[in-house]
Protein backbone atom coordinates (compact mmCIF):
# COMPACT_ATOMS: atom_id res chain seq x y z
CA UNK A 1 0.00 0.00 0.00
CA UNK A 2 1.22 3.59 -0.90
CA UNK A 3 1.15 6.09 1.60
CA UNK A 4 -1.61 8.01 0.73
CA UNK A 5 -3.86 4.78 0.53
CA UNK A 6 -2.43 3.67 4.64
CA UNK A 7 -3.71 7.63 5.15
CA UNK A 8 -7.07 7.26 3.80
CA UNK A 9 -8.06 3.90 4.95
CA UNK A 10 -7.30 5.45 8.14
CA UNK A 11 -9.08 8.12 8.25
CA UNK A 12 -12.17 7.13 6.48
CA UNK A 13 -14.82 5.37 8.63
CA UNK A 14 -14.81 1.66 8.39
CA UNK A 15 -18.58 0.62 7.23
CA UNK A 16 -19.17 -2.86 7.56
CA UNK A 17 -21.05 -4.49 4.57
CA UNK A 18 -23.65 -7.75 4.93
CA UNK A 19 -24.89 -9.37 2.14
CA UNK A 20 -28.64 -9.37 2.17
CA UNK A 21 -30.97 -12.09 0.49
CA UNK A 22 -30.58 -10.84 -2.78
CA UNK A 23 -26.32 -10.29 -2.70
CA UNK A 24 -26.60 -6.50 -2.71
CA UNK A 25 -24.03 -5.47 0.28
CA UNK A 26 -26.06 -2.96 2.78
CA UNK A 27 -23.75 -0.68 4.70
CA UNK A 28 -24.26 -0.02 8.15
CA UNK A 29 -24.64 3.34 9.28
CA UNK A 30 -22.02 4.66 11.80
CA UNK A 31 -22.89 6.67 14.74
CA UNK A 32 -22.26 10.12 13.35
CA UNK A 33 -24.40 9.52 10.80
CA UNK A 34 -27.50 7.92 12.47
CA UNK A 35 -26.85 11.22 14.92
CA UNK A 36 -26.69 13.78 12.04
CA UNK A 37 -29.93 11.87 10.72
CA UNK A 38 -31.78 12.47 13.53
CA UNK A 39 -31.15 16.08 13.83
CA UNK A 40 -31.93 17.07 10.01
CA UNK A 41 -35.51 15.25 10.91
CA UNK A 42 -36.01 16.75 14.05
CA UNK A 43 -35.13 20.15 12.34
CA UNK A 44 -37.33 19.66 9.23
CA UNK A 45 -40.66 18.80 11.82
CA UNK A 46 -39.71 21.44 14.15
CA UNK A 47 -39.23 24.22 11.52
CA UNK A 48 -41.35 22.88 8.21
CA UNK A 49 -44.25 19.94 9.35
CA UNK A 50 -45.11 21.88 13.10
CA UNK A 51 -46.16 25.23 11.59
CA UNK A 52 -47.52 24.09 8.70
CA UNK A 53 -50.00 21.84 10.40
CA UNK A 54 -50.61 25.07 13.02
CA UNK A 55 -51.55 26.82 10.17
CA UNK A 56 -54.07 23.92 8.68
CA UNK A 57 -55.84 23.72 11.74
CA UNK A 58 -55.91 27.95 12.24
CA UNK A 59 -57.41 28.30 9.00
CA UNK A 60 -60.17 25.36 9.65
CA UNK A 61 -61.71 27.38 12.91
CA UNK A 62 -64.74 29.73 12.13
CA UNK A 63 -62.55 33.09 11.41
CA UNK A 64 -60.37 30.93 8.95
CA UNK A 65 -63.34 29.84 6.88
CA UNK A 66 -65.28 33.00 7.10
CA UNK A 67 -61.54 34.54 4.84
CA UNK A 68 -61.61 31.69 2.95
CA UNK A 69 -65.66 32.65 2.11
CA UNK A 70 -64.70 35.62 1.60
CA UNK A 71 -61.78 35.36 -0.90
CA UNK A 72 -63.48 33.08 -2.88
CA UNK A 73 -66.55 34.82 -3.49
CA UNK A 74 -64.53 37.85 -4.60
CA UNK A 75 -64.68 38.51 -8.42
CA UNK A 76 -60.70 39.60 -8.58
CA UNK A 77 -59.47 36.74 -6.59
CA UNK A 78 -61.34 34.28 -8.93
CA UNK A 79 -59.90 35.54 -11.99
CA UNK A 80 -56.10 35.95 -10.16
CA UNK A 81 -57.30 31.81 -9.92
CA UNK A 82 -58.64 31.12 -12.81
CA UNK A 83 -54.78 32.92 -14.76
CA UNK A 84 -52.72 31.21 -12.25
CA UNK A 85 -54.34 27.98 -12.88
CA UNK A 86 -54.25 28.35 -17.12
CA UNK A 87 -50.74 29.83 -17.08
CA UNK A 88 -49.54 27.12 -15.27
CA UNK A 89 -51.22 24.22 -17.13
CA UNK A 90 -49.55 26.19 -20.52
CA UNK A 91 -45.93 26.01 -19.31
CA UNK A 92 -46.75 22.43 -17.95
CA UNK A 93 -47.77 21.75 -21.88
CA UNK A 94 -44.80 23.69 -22.89
CA UNK A 95 -42.29 22.39 -21.08
CA UNK A 96 -43.40 18.77 -22.01
CA UNK A 97 -43.76 19.42 -25.52
CA UNK A 98 -39.97 21.03 -26.00
Do not use: C, H, W, Y
Not at 71 to 88: E, H, R
Amino acid sequence: MTITTQVATKLAPQVKARQSKGGQAKQKLDLLTKVIMFITISLLLLMIILPLANILVRSSETTGVEVFKRLLSDPVTQKIFQNTVVIGLSVGALGTLV
